[in-house]
């Protein structure tokens, strides 16, 4: 316990040392207010002016990509009452000064239900409250995909289209 307590207490000390580290940590305050019972707490790690562009392909033969500011999606989230869980792995983190671009597998959870997996590409900018999400692109897909798109914890034999 004494060991957890200050390792939880160096983290901070350790983002500060450490841009990718602090990009990665700005990534997982975004992960946690998705999951947040406040809907008003993804606001606070996001630029204003940021868009969202969504590469869907739950359905293969009809994909698409749609896009939206973050004010309306902000605005769509707020209306939403269901329990949302996002978990990402990082694969990539590149920085350079004041940007960061963060690359990998998801999985999205509605009320403890698989949803979808797909790439996250997220563009952070540095800003003089941290690092926030300038920009986000990702894929839509289906639960059978996730083991193909590296995915943790998802074999394939378990894994239905039909989810």
Not at 12 to 38: C, H, R, W
Not at 140 to 153: A, H, K, Q, Y
Not at 156 to 162: G, Q, S
């Amino acid at each position: 316990m004494i060991l957890a307590t200050a390792l939880l207490c160096a983290a901070p000390a350790l983002a500060d040392d450490d841009p990718a580290q602090e990009a990665k940590l700005a990534v997982n305050g975004f992960m946690n207010a998705i999951a947040s019972d406040d809907k008003t707490a993804l606001a606070d790690h996001m630029v204003p002016e940021a868009m969202i562009f969504v590469h869907n392909r739950m359905d293969p033969a009809n994909p698409r990509v749609d896009h939206l500011t973050v004010a309306q999606h902000l605005e769509n989230w707020a209306k939403r009452d269901a329990r949302y869980i996002e978990d990402m792995a990082f694969t990539s983190v590149l920085l350079d000064g004041d940007m960061a671009h963060v690359w990998g597998p998801y999985s999205f959870w509605v009320n403890y239900e698989l949803s979808h997996c797909g790439i996250n590409s997220l563009n952070l900018v540095r800003t003089q409250d941290g690092w926030k999400v300038a920009n986000t692109s990702f894929t839509m897909e289906r639960p059978s995909e996730c083991e193909r798109l590296g995915v943790p914890g998802f074999p394939a034999e378990e894994i239905r289209d039909d989810q």
